[in-house]
């Protein structure tokens, strides 16, 4: 299987400081992501990620951990962190890395278990859920992943912005997809992965998902770049 991302990771660990991953989607220019980016202590981070780490509690379940990063931090914080990750060449690198916990795996295809006081999904995580279509089943498996009284943390973003026009107004397909689906590609040297849906979600729209889930959702940080961190919580 493809693993670009994976590959980058190990690549970095082992010496590549200067790897880079180009980043196609169907909504936007190609772009790239230096591989250092995801090997950032916690000082180097985002407002909202710290904020986000100082809100975990308990036992921490971080799901698409990457390189690792959030891990080791919330360790460092003297919390039990469980790093899930589909990537067996990055999880590899947690380890090395010392995270002290680490499971390879399809969140859509392992049981959860009930045992977790906060369910980490920084960078976007949420957009593992891929589709609107599939995000009932996302919330579903991250609230059966909870302890009684835990908490979801999450961070997405309105990305609306991509479809202004030069004079302000937004030009949508309105029997379309949602706007906050996008379709990636990743490439690492000369692998690539296959595409893969990825889903952004304004807070809005969050919300009602969320009460359908019988989840509260509640509006922590909203950045002036339409990015947000929310907390959900079984209603």
């Known amino acids: ?127 593992i859920a891929g589709t609107l279509e599939q995000l009932p089943q996302f919330l579903d498996i991250c609230k059966r992943w909870l302890a009684p009284g835990g908490q979801i943390l999450l961070e997405s973003s309105d990305i609306l912005y991509l479809y202004e026009e030069e004079d302000g107004s937004v030009l949508l397909d309105l029997n379309g997809a949602y706007y906050g689906e996008l379709t990636y590609v990743m490439e690492y040297r000369q692998e690539r992965s296959q595409p893969f849906d990825w889903l952004f979600i304004d807070y809005s729209l969050l919300e009602q998902y969320a009460q359908e889930a019988d989840l509260k959702a509640e509006l922590l940080l909203q950045e002036e770049d339409a990015h947000y961190l929310a907390r959900l919580t079984v209603a």
């Open 1 to 127: 299987m493809s693993d670009p991302l994976g590959a980058a990771i190990k690549a970095y660990w082992e010496g590549n400081k200067k790897a880079v991953i180009q980043v196609y989607t169907d909504q936007a220019d190609p772009d790239e992501l230096p591989v250092h980016y995801l090997f950032r202590k916690e000082e180097e981070m985002p407002e909202r990620e710290q904020f986000a780490l100082s809100l975990c509690r308990g036992r921490v379940l971080d799901v698409g951990a990457g390189a690792g990063s959030h891990a080791v931090a919330l360790q460092q914080k003297g919390l039990e962190v469980t790093a899930l990750e589909i990537s067996e060449k990055a999880a590899q690198v947690q380890k090395a890395r010392g995270v002290q916990q680490v499971v390879v795996g399809d969140m859509f295809q392992m049981p959860p278990t009930p045992s977790f006081d906060t369910v980490l999904l920084l960078m976007n995580g949420i957009g």
